[in-house]
């Protein structure tokens, strides 16, 4: 098993930047890939940025050049830095991970990000 905790969001003005955390533990060996979803109001989960334990990283377009995720730390914290946020940023904001070889993926609860228009 293992478990998620994100923190760190809150209301950020337009503009503004913002650093979601999100701390891992447990039975992580495994994992073979760290990421980061967003599910706004009305709308459909998505996957914002993904990062493999050999580093390669995805972005959604929408985020690419805003968004930057990075390696789990020697705290077992994983990172999510939100700069130039928009409105439509808005979202509840999961960590999640994936075990490839049994096909495992594990959340957390979410954390809440406001960008008010």
């Known amino acids: 098993q293992v478990q998620l905790v994100e923190s760190g969001g809150g209301l950020v003005q337009a503009g503004g930047s913002l650093r979601v955390s999100c701390v891992v533990s447990g039975n992580i060996a495994r994992i073979t890939t760290w990421g980061w979803y967003r599910q706004a109001p009305g709308k459909r989960r998505e996957l914002v940025a993904s990062?493999?334990?050999?580093?390669?990283?995805n972005y959604e377009a929408s985020v690419k050049d805003r968004f930057t995720i990075s390696p789990l730390d020697a705290k077992n914290t994983l990172y999510l830095q939100i700069n130039s946020l928009r409105p439509e940023d808005t979202a509840v904001y999961y960590c999640?991970?994936?075990?490839?070889?049994?096909?495992?993926?594990?959340w957390g609860i979410g954390t809440l990000v406001t960008v008010p228009s």
């Open positions: 990062i493999t334990t050999g580093g390669n990283t």
């Open positions: 999640h991970s994936y075990e490839l070889t049994r096909g495992l993926e594990y």
